[in-house]
Nanobody, 122 residues
């Protein structure tokens, strides 16, 4: 079992920045692929970014490429999402997820956090 707890969400103005964190605990969590997803009101949950267990492989959704950066610190069992140049359409609940296998597909992730709200508004 892997437990995931997100933090760092909040209210930010358009053009601003936020950094989300996700602390992982549990057996072998450092060896897992980890991803970020988000769900806006009235919409399905969508992929944002994914990182391999050692940080050597990254992949982003086109909508966030160049603005968001995913990273991890395995010594701290923590996943990050640095979000810059935020737009109102980035407003969503952001979730971290973990799985032993590299994937961008929501249905293939075995473990999920509870989510953290990000609101981009003036």
């Amino acid at each position: 079992q892997v437990q995931l707890i997100e933090s760092g969400g909040g209210l930010v103005q358009p053009g601003g920045s936020l950094r989300l964190s996700c602390v992982a605990s549990g057996r072998s969590s450092r060896s897992y692929v980890m991803g970020w997803f988000r769900q806006a009101p009235g919409k399905e949950r969508e992929f944002v970014a994914v990182i391999s267990w050692n940080g050597g492989r990254l992949y982003y959704a086109d909508s966030v490429k160049g603005r968001f950066t995913i990273s991890r610190d395995n010594a701290k069992n923590t996943l990050y999402l640095q979000m810059n140049s935020l737009k109102p359409e980035d407003t969503a609940v952001y979730y971290c997820a973990a799985d032993p296998v590299w994937t961008t597909k929501e249905e293939q992730y075995a473990y999920w956090g509870q989510g953290t709200q990000v609101t981009v508004s003036s």
